[in-house]
Nanobody, 120 residues
Framework: VQLQASGGGLVQAGGSLRLSCAASRSIFSINGMAWFRQSPGERRELVAGISSRGDAVYADSGKGRFTISIDNARNTVYLQMNNVKPEDTAVYYC???????????????WGQGTLVTVSS
């Protein structure tokens, strides 16, 4: 599976941004997808994950502000980011994996990353 992430950029604190990740094959054949992020010097962390059925899990940092969604017809997963904060600044990566019992398990399929910079 090849993943193409897009939508990053520079946004002011309190603003919104939508990230997209297009998969090279049907999401129906994929159990789940997710967004991770990584800041300089930090470990890559889960932001949100979703199953092909639409079940979703979120990290505490994004609850109430971020929404992950899936468009099976377009083989695309989105991350709507609202009320962004400077601490959301990171490279965001999409991933193919498995969502099971509210836990997301990443597989070794990663997009190239898209940079989100939030200015204060």
């Amino acid at each position: 599976v090849q993943l193409q992430a897009s939508g990053g950029g520079l946004v002011q604190a309190g603003g919104s941004l939508r990230l997209s990740c297009a998969a090279s094959r049907s999401i129906f054949s994929i159990n789940g997808m997710a967004w991770f992020r990584q800041s300089p010097g930090e470990r890559r962390e889960l932001v949100a994950g979703i199953s092909s059925r639409g079940d979703a899990v979120y990290a505490d940092s994004g609850k109430g502000r971020f929404t992950i969604s899936i468009d099976n017809a377009r083989n695309t997963v989105y991350l709507q980011m609202n009320n962004v904060k400077p601490e959301d600044t990171a490279v965001y990566y999409c991933n193919v994996g498995r969502l099971d019992s509210n836990t997301y398990y990443p597989y070794a399929y990663w997009g190239q990353g898209t940079l989100v910079t939030v200015s204060s």
